[in-house]
């Protein structure tokens, strides 16, 4: 730990042992973003409304500070809880507070289910005496996780490239996938991959050219 520590500071070799102790035991403090931990069966249950990150605010000695992660955990029971974020694995000498300090969450029955890639593009987009062909993704079906309720609301699992103004040229990029309902609201499950690889082929679909007409005579000729 010192030696990791030693590094991170830049420590010059002329400090003795007392300065290094005094700079590891001189109060600090700091801010982290971490990933909330949840603990529970995650193979009968499927938790919504979790944020990414949450902030973490630490004061205590510089040292420990800088070595110190947290996590969060919570009973599992259906419905929609306000859970209160707790820290773990720290020193006793550290004090901390997340930011927020309750998050609410929705806990479900969970759901499974395979369901076709959909590419979707805006037509509009694309400049004029131009066309796409038949558009495509890498992704032919992918696996969607959620509670049971949202999975049977699934409507379709679509990849939408937004195609800039006056496109003239073949599109190909990485695209994230998105499950909508019938009404087209997108749905708070998980998508497994959560991207695909779309392709817009685009063509010029017509062109103008001047060429001289050549008359070419047949059949019996007509007196007169």
């Known amino acids: ?14 400090e003795d042992q007392s300065q290094i102790s005094t700079s590891l035991m001189k109060n600090t403090r700091a801010t982290i ?6 603990s529970y069966n995650n193979d009968k249950y499927y938790v919504s409304g979790v944020p990414q990150n949450v902030k973490v605010s630490l004061i205590g000695p510089s040292g420990l500070v800088k070595a110190a992660e947290n996590t969060g955990n919570f009973q599992v029971k259906p419905g929609t809880h ?3 974020l707790k820290t ?7 004090s901390a507070r997340t930011d927020p300090e309750k998050i609410k969450v929705k806990i479900s029955k969970k759901g499974q289910a ?8 805006d037509s509009n987009k694309i400049a004029k005496e131009y ?8 992704r032919q079906s992918v696996k969607v996780t959620g509670a ?7 409507e379709s699992v679509v990849a939408d490239d937004n195609l800039s103004d006056n496109v003239k040229k073949s599109v190909s990029r990485n695209v994230l996938l998105r499950a909508i309902d019938e009404n087209g609201k997108q749905l708070d499950v998980t998508i497994s991959p959560e991207t695909a690889r ?3 082929p685009i063509y010029l679909a017509s062109s103008h050219k001047k060429v001289p007409l050549l008359l070419v005579s047949g059949g019996q000729d007509v007196d007169g």
């Open 198 to 200: 779309v392709n817009v």
């Open 88 to 94: 773990s694995g720290l020193s006793s000498e550290i």
């Open 82 to 84: 306000t859970i209160n």
């Open 33 to 38: 973003k971490k990933e909330p931990n949840l």
């Open 114 to 121: 395979s369901f076709p890639v959909q590419v979707r593009y």
């Open 1 to 14: 730990f010192l030696f990791v520590y030693v590094n991170s500071e830049h420590l010059s070799g002329n």
């Open 131 to 138: 066309a796409a062909g038949v558009a495509n993704s890498n």
């Open 148 to 154: 049971r309720t949202d999975i049977k609301k699934i």
